[in-house]
């Protein structure tokens, strides 16, 4: 979609068992690139499951990336089983919106050449909370593997997330629980990271970060449980 619809709904899909073998491109489970000036965007209860995909294609599960004015709702989605190419791979991206609501989500099992993204977020006002995601990893050369990506954020609250076994399994390889990219105001509570890896690192600076902050104005961390039990060869 992208037409200026102020509501869409998209709900109880399923997208599974898809093998593409044609390298280039883009692979998106869900996709809404639309300018509305008004309105809900809601994605409940949507399954994308068992992708495979060849070189250097992209994946998105499910990328939104609407105007600043309409709302969002992502609830009980899941984005699982991907092999991804040698291109970045980003199980749910959303972008933009107004008030924006991430909950009960699950991001897991995606493997891929490049770097990988579990949740990839911006926005004006943000809340992601009770969403669950593991074991994300890559086999990149200098890649990353994230379990949350912010970027640009306005006013974000993460809280009761569970980010769990992440791997980049190259030399260059960096793993961060959670990243910061920009921001005004940022809260991270009460949430829970771990199982963070590096094994064949080669890197002698935060190769394994459960928490980093590039940038951001106000971010606060409070009452969260990291927990790295990791090795590299750096």
Same mark, same amino acid.
């Given at each position: 979609n992208n037409v200026s619809s102020s509501s869409v709904t998209c709900n109880n899909?399923?997208? =599974?068992? $898809?093998?593409? !073998?044609? @390298?280039? %491109? #883009?692979?998106? %489970?869900?996709?809404? #690139?639309g300018s509305p000036t008004t309105g809900t965007e809601t994605l409940i209860n949507n399954k994308i499951s068992n992708i495979t995909l060849t070189g250097a294609t992209y994946f998105y599960g499910i990328? &939104? #990336? &609407?105007? !600043? =004015?309409?709302?969002? $709702?992502?609830?009980?989605?899941? +984005? !699982?089983?991907?092999?991804? %190419? &040698?291109?970045?791979?980003y199980g749910i991206s959303s972008q933009s919106g107004n008030v924006v609501s991430i909950d009960s989500n699950q991001v897991s099992s995606i493997s891929g050449g490049s770097s990988v993204y579990g949740l990839y977020t911006s926005g004006t006002t943000l809340n =992601?909370?009770?969403?669950?995601? *593991?074991t994300l990893s890559s086999t990149g050369s200098s890649s990353t593997v994230y379990g949350i990506y912010v970027n640009g954020a306005t006013t974000h609250?993460?809280?009761?997330?569970? $980010? #769990?076994?992440? =791997?980049?399994?190259? @030399?260059g390889g960096v793993v961060h629980g959670v990243y910061v990219s920009s921001g005004t105001t940022v809260y991270f509570y009460n949430n829970f990271i771990s199982d963070l890896k590096a094994p064949t690192a080669t890197g002698? &600076?935060? +190769? +394994? *970060?459960g928490v980093y902050i590039s940038g951001g104005t106000t971010i606060g961390l409070y009452y969260n449980s990291v927990y790295l039990n990791s090795t590299s060869t750096g």
């Open positions: 899909n399923l997208i =599974s068992n $898809i093998n593409k !073998t044609g @390298a280039g %491109g #883009y692979f998106r %489970g869900y996709y809404n #690139y990328i &939104t #990336y &609407t105007s !600043t =004015s309409q709302n969002k $709702i992502l609830r009980k989605d899941s +984005v !699982t089983n991907i092999i991804a %190419g &040698t291109s970045n791979a =992601s909370f009770r969403n669950n995601i *593991n609250n993460y809280y009761l997330n569970q $980010i #769990y076994n992440l =791997s980049e399994n190259a @030399a002698t &600076t935060s +190769v +394994v *970060n």
